[in-house]
């Protein structure tokens, strides 16, 4: 029984998601490919939304690995490397995008969401606690305008 334990966690483990970038990729120096691998961790892929461009199987993926890897043999710094990924394809590509006036949605815009549902929850049940309350009593006119009309009724 542990034998046969061992063997479902080691196929689990073995299961694992490899990463999608191809052997033809790979750069034979390797501090340069460490420099790639770093930053196509940064980068999402377009197509998949929620994948760095190293998880992805896409095609537009597998050019945008090309392309940083490019990039990195002409000598260009990864922060250039960067820049010229975000200039092409927008901040979106950034997995991590930068706090900036046109970027405060993608921060802010959960925390709102949440904020102005717990305020609509408050208000909905105020006015619905003021609905249940109980009426205000009838006045000494009220109450004899309401004697008349039921005498009336009844005659």
């Known amino acids: 029984m542990t034998r046969f334990l061992a063997m479902v966690m080691l196929s ?4 694992l998601p490899a990463a999608a970038v191809q052997p033809d990729e790979i750069l034979k120096d390797p501090a340069l490919e ?14 998949c939304q929620n994948q ?7 095609e537009l993926a597998r050019d945008m690995r090309l392309l940083v890897r490019d990039r990195l043999t002409k ?4 922060d250039q490397v960067i820049d010229y990924v ?9 997995l991590n995008p930068p706090f900036k006036g046109i970027t405060y949605v993608l921060w802010f815009g959960p925390a709102i969401l949440v904020v102005m549902g717990i305020a609509g929850m408050i208000l909905f049940y105020r006015r619905r606690e ?3 309350a109980e009426p205000t009593p009838l006045d000494a006119d009220e109450q004899r305008r309401i004697k008349t009309l039921l005498q009336d009724k009844d005659a």
């Open 12 to 15: 689990f483990t073995l299961a």
């Open 34 to 47: 460490h420099r790639a691998r770093e930053l196509g961790a940064l980068l999402r892929c377009v197509v």
């Open 52 to 58: 760095s461009i190293d998880d992805s199987n896409a």
């Open 75 to 78: 000598g260009e710094t990864n």
């Open 86 to 94: 975000v200039e092409r394809y927008g901040d979106f590509v950034l």
């Open 130 to 132: 003021d609905e249940q």
